[in-house]
């Protein structure tokens, strides 16, 4: 056992503890890689880039296939003190060799978390920049909106689907439940409408601004059907009803549209003429009218404000750019309200996200599969931490699973 030990003080930790600094302040919660995941990874290490890859994406993937011989090397450094102890286990009694021995597989283990958390941040880095551009992980404001589904939706929403008044009533109590989430997790939280008082409400939604560091990851794993059983206080029978939660990134939205309204010059064709008037002695013999259009959008504007030509083109450019945002605007909210279509299915309460039963006191989650008891208690918000929280791992994982697609498209 003392040769064995010998070898095993040997595959020691590498930098220990040195990994997680550098990463825990990209992931907002632990993401284990799957065993399928980890076969995959190590088999990318051994896999050549394809010639066809330009250099940054020959750069990050190279970078992915050093963490993944990390994590072979890892693995099989544990693999290899288990068989050590396994040889080892029938000389002596190895008491003192067996405290040495924790303190080891700990110190390798923790090798290994690390090197899976450096190769899980590689990967995320590579969806962000490679598979999907438009992402929403780095976002840290978002926006909830409870509100009649008869109404347009918009940002973020809590939409009254199946039910009626007990619908309606089950917004407000989701929005109760989301502002205590926010206090535990220590996020911002505005309401900025209720959408009425009382339970027949006016039409109009409940919204609620919600700002904090990775928030939107955390309210889009919301994003569904929710359905609710119990019986009403002005009825003996149970009833079942459902509301929507929506979610959407406002300012993302905003910022894609002050990027397209950054007008160029080659974009913009600039006439100008006389303005008109009453004639004759107060006739303009000056081309003092701007005329400015916007050859991709086809969108003009006239302007004749002023005597000045220069006055009335800055004037003409301001107000195009209003009309361009207004514009733009219109078609990310179609786009938006295409997606949110997709989002809220048809609102049937068979195609439901989670099911809040007060009868048996019992919240179920039907994506990750785990049940709580104590609704009053999960409307506290402490249990709704640990659900997202399951329910991101998921959510990462089918990111992995996509970007490692993408990742063995590119190798041969």
Known sequence: MRVGRYVVRNIQVRNKGSFFPQVRRFLSCDIPLTEGQQKLLIDLGDRNVSPSCDHKTFVKITKIQNACRNLKLAKEEIDVYKQLLREGGDLGDGRNEGDHGDEDMKELSCNLASAQTILTQEILDFYKTHVNVDHHLDVHEATLELRNRSTTAFPSQILPGVGGQEAKLFCRELLGMYENYCRVRGYECEVKCRGGEDTKGSGKGIVAHVRGENVYEDFIQEIGIHRVQRIPVNCNKMQTSTSIVLVFNKKKMTDRIEKKINISKCDLILETKR??????????????????????????????????????????????????????????????????????????????????????????????????????????????????????????????????????????
């Open 275 to 412: 303005s008109g008037g009453a004639g004759g002695q107060s006739v303009n013999k000056n081309e003092t009218c701007v005329k400015v259009i916007h050859k991709p959008t086809n969108v003009c504007v006239e302007v004749q404000k002023t005597s000045s030509q220069i006055q009335n083109k800055s004037i003409a450019i301001e107000m195009l750019k209003n009309k361009l945002y207004s514009l733009y605007y219109d078609k990310e909210k179609e786009q938006m309200m295409k997606k949110r279509k997709d989002q809220m299915q048809s609102g049937d309460r068979s195609e439901k996200i989670r099911t809040y039963n007060f009868t048996h006191n019992t919240v179920t989650d039907h994506i990750a599969n785990v049940q709580y008891s104590d609704i009053d208690q999960f409307f506290k918000g402490d249990k709704l931490v640990c659900l997202i929280n399951t329910r991101k791992v998921l959510f990462y994982h089918r990111i992995i699973d996509e970007t490692l697609t993408d990742i063995l498209s590119r190798t041969t």
